[in-house]
């Protein structure tokens, strides 16, 4: 019996499953995400998973990593100070493509070299303006280097990182490493992303790997990429960028293993983000622009993901505009006032039974600030100073540690960092109080949403008569909201023209109204035309309404609730090399390689050698990765003008694919 182990650290949850022979989970465990240290939750997640299972560490053959961190690092800002050399490039150059938003302020410097379209030097290397920006010591974790048409001719930029490497030992990240395709400052933003990440990610991925030895686990450890392959530990430290989306990548491959699906959409709902993404003819789309994360677009190859504010912790909003009144949830995440109460109860329930006995409601009612341990507070003002002294190691309510308006603003820098968590009124407590879950403390969610449904609505009446009626309100808002993200979803998909954004055609009238079968001179009808696959643990809950609204099937997968861990753990590892051959002259046609352009008399000649060494290159990484029975597909995308009655070449692009499933280690 071979065991394969998967694990995925979500945004609320550690979830952790073990797999028999890659055909049958055999238990599952979730811990609370520890973000003071992700390694901690990840221990407790695999403890559990092994216990319930009743296995030694022996058994276990392969471990797997999904993780948002990179993702998470990108949106919130986080990250190692980083410096970019720009060769080639001119100072107003560095304003494309979010390069300078990449760069935070963080140095950069333009000097001259590169290379032309063809792969010839423009200008000789500045190594004399390179050497003294070194001496000077910028203070920085890594470097990314960046070349004009280094994909065509890399030799400047191995040169810098050559000499970054000897004279500071940082890690240093060259943009052609990164990706083969044109486009010098969005391949600069994906280096300095990638730079910014290494200290972060090698972190995360050896405190992995050493809660894994200390578990007694003596197996390889794999990460998941962007695109939902598999690539080991060691590439994954040294190309973090490569981990953006990793958790939700790993939920597709996951339901595609899951359900067999061949078509179909998934959606994906954590605490935080409902994540949405096409399977098509069986595999998950890739983003053909690459993946944008943090408002940054990258070259980095991953699945075409949908992401919105929507999960189980969204906050609920109340909406008091118009006579009827309702409520909205997201995009903010908070922690559900159930689970802050399971971990202080006294003093949570003292605060709410208070609210309960006055008079009006106050504004702050419900909401509790707590500040994580262990998260950097270096670069804070006096006010949320004064905040975070106040709040201390306790639980306490908005109301008692604010005092000012204008504490409110130093508050949501806190919360922006990091540093400090706010609790609300969430999905999740409502289905506490509709006995759809019983994990917290549904006593404090009931006297929660028993103060928000005091709240008046512009008619002047309470938002809900109780709070079980509440609790129907918001579960119903989110039914609505997850239709709506299907919905943005499938029009984006949809190969029509339909003149119109995704978003609009989502809330049009008429896609309202066949949705609702509408039935007067016109008979309206509307549906999504494929599958959905529910994914997350409250999915069998939430997602037979939203089926019902789409008039879709909807499949709920056995073992929904740890999708990304499976996910984590059944993919395959595979590698992509691409290269190119231009025509610089007729007649001549040059192979840009890492060595530098080389000519050939004949298109067929220079494509040949392309294709063999970007075989080379792709089996030795997928093998350096752990694959076994390697297999190859190779593609040719060649280009030709016509000329005189005659086809012409005048580039192509050779693309080599290997893959095969990770090794396991010998019980």
Request: aromatic content about 4%.
């Amino acid at each position: 019996m071979t065991l394969s182990l998967g694990v995925d650290t979500g945004g609320t949850y550690t979830d952790a499953v073990l797999i028999r022979d890659e055909r049958d989970v055999i238990a599952s465990a979730k811990a609370l995400t520890t973000r003071s240290d992700l390694a901690i939750g990840v221990g407790q997640a695999i403890r559990a998973v092994m216990e319930e299972a009743g296995v030694s560490a022996g058994q276990i053959g392969l471990a797997s990593l999904s993780t948002t961190l990179a993702t998470n690092a990108l949106v919130e800002g986080q990250g190692g100070r980083v410096a970019l050399i720009y060769i080639g490039f001119s100072q107003g150059d560095l304003d494309k493509h979010g390069l300078r938003e990449a760069l935070k302020g963080d140095p950069a410097l333009v000097i001259s070299g590169g290379h032309s379209h063809a792969g010839s030097e423009v200008a000789p290397l500045d190594v004399a303006a390179l050497e003294e920006f070194l001496a000077s010591g910028a203070g920085v974790s890594g470097y990314a280097v960046a070349a004009h048409f280094a994909t065509r001719n890399p030799a400047h930029e191995l040169e810098a990182a050559r000499i970054i490497a000897e004279r500071t030992g940082a890690p240093v990240t060259c943009s052609h490493q990164l990706s083969a395709k044109l486009n010098g400052p969005k391949r600069a933003v994906t280096a300095v992303l990638n730079a910014r990440l290494i200290g972060m990610i090698d972190r995360l991925i050896g405190r992995a790997q050493d809660t894994l030895a200390d578990l007694g686990i003596d197996a390889p450890m794999m990460v998941v990429r962007g695109d939902g392959a598999l690539m080991s530990a060691e590439q994954a430290r040294a190309r973090p960028i490569e981990t953006i989306l990793s958790g939700p990548a790993a939920s597709i491959v996951g339901a595609r293993w899951l359900t067999g699906v061949e078509n179909a959409l998934v959606s994906d709902i954590g605490g935080t983000t409902t994540d949405v993404a096409l399977i098509k003819d069986g595999r998950p789309k890739i983003d053909p622009a690459g993946a944008q994360v943090g408002g940054f677009r990258t070259m980095v190859e991953a699945v075409a993901m949908r992401t919105h504010g929507l999960g189980g912790d969204s906050q609920v909003h109340v909406v008091a505009e118009g006579l009827k009144g309702g409520v909205f949830l997201g995009p903010r995440r908070v922690l559900p006032v159930s689970l802050i109460a399971a971990e202080a109860g006294e003093a949570v329930h003292a605060v709410l039974d208070e609210q309960l006995r006055a008079a009006t409601v106050g504004e702050y009612d419900v909401r509790f600030a707590r500040m994580l341990p262990g998260v950097p507070t270096d670069g804070l003002g006096p006010r949320e100073t004064v905040l975070l002294d106040r709040l201390g190691t306790r639980v306490l309510p908005l109301s008692g540690l604010l005092r000012t308006r204008m504490e409110q603003g130093a508050l949501s820098r806190l919360i922006d960092r990091g540093i400090v968590q706010v609790s609300g009124i969430t999905p999740s407590d409502a289905s506490h109080v509709l006995g759809r879950l019983d994990v917290w403390d549904g006593e404090a969610a009931r006297k929660g949403l028993e103060l928000y449904a005091r709240k008046r609505t512009g008619s002047g009446e309470r938002l809900a008569g109780s709070p079980e009626a509440l609790a129907q309100m918001i579960i119903d808002q989110l039914t609505e909201q997850t239709a709506l993200t299907l919905l943005e979803a499938a029009f984006a998909e949809d190969d029509s023209d339909f003149g119109l954004p995704p978003e609009q055609l989502a809330r049009h009238i008429l896609t309202q109204k066949g949705l609702a079968g509408h039935r007067g001179l016109l008979m309206l009808d509307t549906a999504l035309n494929v599958e959905v696959v529910g994914l997350g643990a409250s999915a069998p809950s939430y997602y037979p309404a939203v089926g019902a609204r789409l008039h879709c099937g909807m499949i709920l997968p056995e073992h929904a609730g740890v999708a990304n861990a499976i996910g984590a753990v059944v993919g395959r590892v595979t590698f992509r090399k691409s290269g190119t051959v231009t025509a610089p002259a007729e007649g001549r046609y040059r192979v840009h390689l890492e060595e530098g352009p080389q000519d050939f008399g004949s298109a067929e000649a220079a494509l040949g050698l392309l294709e063999e060494v970007l075989r080379a290159e792709a089996q030795a990484e997928a093998r350096a990765a752990g694959a076994e029975d390697v297999r190859v597909i190779v593609s040719r995308d060649v280009r030709q003008v016509p000329v005189e009655g005659r086809e012409v070449f005048v580039e192509a692009t050779v693309t080599v694919e290997a893959s095969g499933r990770p090794r396991v280690a010998d019980e």
